[in-house]
Nanobody, 122 residues
Framework: VQLQASGGGLVQPGASLRLSCTAT????????MGWFRQGPGKEREFVAA????????RYADSVKGRFVISRDNAKNTVYLQMNDLKSEDTDVYYC????????????????WGQGTLVTVSS
C-alpha cells in the first residue's frame, strides 16, 4: 500500500485546511485509517482515526471539536478537515493504514504516507 498525503500549507491562526491522503494498492475499504502528526525531536502523536465503514471515529483531545476525519472509499481517500487552527497544530501530518478497527497507537499502523507540513503562524 502506498499513501500520498497533500493539502498542507502556511495559514494564520483561526484558519482552516483540509488534508487528503490517497491510497494505491491493497483494498482501501478494508483498512482502518489514521492521521498522526510529528514535530522536530518529538514522537509521532495520534490525531484522529476512522474505521473502514466510517462508523467508528476517535480524536485526540487536543483536536476534538476542531478537526473532522472522513473517508471516501470510492476514491481511496481519507481526509482531515482542520478548523480553527492554532500555532500548536504546526507539525508534519502523516496518514497511516492499519488492519485493526481503530488504531490510536503508531505501532498499530503498517504503512505511512510521506507527510505534509502544516504551519500555523501570523
Amino acid at each position: 500500500v502506498q499513501l500520498q498525503a497533500s493539502g498542507g500549507g502556511l495559514v494564520q491562526p483561526g484558519a482552516s485546511l483540509r488534508l487528503s491522503c490517497t491510497a494505491t494498492g491493497g483494498t482501501f475499504s478494508s483498512y482502518g485509517m489514521g492521521w498522526f502528526r510529528q514535530g522536530p525531536g518529538k514522537e509521532r502523536e495520534f490525531v484522529a482515526a476512522i474505521n473502514r465503514s466510517s462508523r467508528l471515529i476517535r480524536y485526540a483531545d487536543s483536536v476534538k471539536g476542531r478537526f473532522v476525519i472522513s473517508r471516501d472509499n470510492a476514491k481511496n481517500t481519507v481526509y482531515l478537515q482542520m478548523n480553527d487552527l492554532k500555532s500548536e497544530d504546526t507539525d508534519v501530518y502523516y496518514c497511516g493504514v492499519t488492519r485493526i478497527e481503530l488504531g490510536v497507537a503508531t505501532r498499530a499502523y503498517e504503512y505511512w504516507g510521506q507527510g505534509t507540513l502544516v504551519t500555523v503562524s501570523s
